[in-house]
């Protein structure tokens, strides 16, 4: 069964420096998200983005978030300069259509800001 | 606004004994209703959609549009359901997003 992998498992990064967490959603898929749980919180809804550009963000993807499909299997999410508060676990998930589409997860990435 | 409510953070219950995990929403619309379930240290896994109105691992649960409440049900709980549970709406007016619960961790008793 076709998955979404997400690198890194887990990343620690000092305040400040910059961040790539990368995705490959599921092949045929047209929808990729980014959600982030900190820890003991619920699961937030960050971007979502279709034909190559962000469909739809939540107050949470300010300025220092951005995303990217660099070729055609590769979905990143960029933090620019990490806070302590960004530690959490970033979830890429991918989906076919829109609402009302089963949405699929990768098994997250494990951001920790020292 | 579109909220999804799960009033139980923690929920334990002995192997073999019914449970049921609540989830009530709030839309303006028809929403889609799904369960994801979360086992330790593995990704979003989907368990079930209320349009599918199929059971996986036993489970079921019904959309109660006049009480605006999806909730997951088992009549008889197994070790290995031990996990987070998040209820998630989706619809017209959400666009692309689900909006997720706050999770209940069910913790089954041997």
């Known amino acids: 069964e076709p998955e979404v992998t997400q690198t890194p498992s887990h990343q620690v990064t000092q305040m400040g420096q910059e961040v790539i967490l990368r995705c490959v959603p599921i092949?045929?898929?047209?929808?990729f998200y980014w959600y982030r749980q900190i820890l003991g919180q619920k699961v937030e809804f960050l971007v979502s983005?279709?034909?190559?550009?962000?469909?739809?963000k939540s107050e949470i993807f300010d300025d220092q978030f951005s995303v990217e499909r660099p070729d055609g299997s590769n979905f990143t999410l960029k933090i620019r300069s990490t806070k302590l508060e960004d530690s959490a676990m970033y979830f890429c998930a991918s989906s076919i259509g829109v609402s009302g589409n089963t949405i699929y997860f990768g098994e997250g990435s494990w951001l920790t800001v020292v | 606004a579109q909220r999804v409510t799960q009033p139980e953070k923690l929920l334990s219950v002995f192997k073999g004994a019914p449970v049921e995990l609540k989830c009530n929403y709030s839309?303006?619309?028809?929403?889609?209703l799904f369960w994801y379930v979360q086992y330790s240290r593995q990704r979003l896994q989907l368990l079930l959609r209320h349009i599918s109105r199929e059971s996986i691992k036993g489970f079921t649960a019904d959309l109660n549009k006049g009480e605006t409440s999806f909730h997951l049900k088992k009549p008889f709980a197994q070790e290995e359901d031990s996990a987070m549970y998040y209820c998630?709406?989706?619809?017209?007016?959400?666009?692309?997003?689900?909006?997720f619960g706050t999770g209940t961790s069910l913790t089954v008793i041997p």
């Open positions: 998630a709406l989706s619809g017209f007016d959400t666009g692309n997003q689900f909006y």
């Open positions: 092949s045929n898929h047209l929808y």
């Open positions: 839309y303006s619309g028809s929403p889609e």
């Open positions: 983005f279709y034909n190559n550009e962000i469909s739809e």
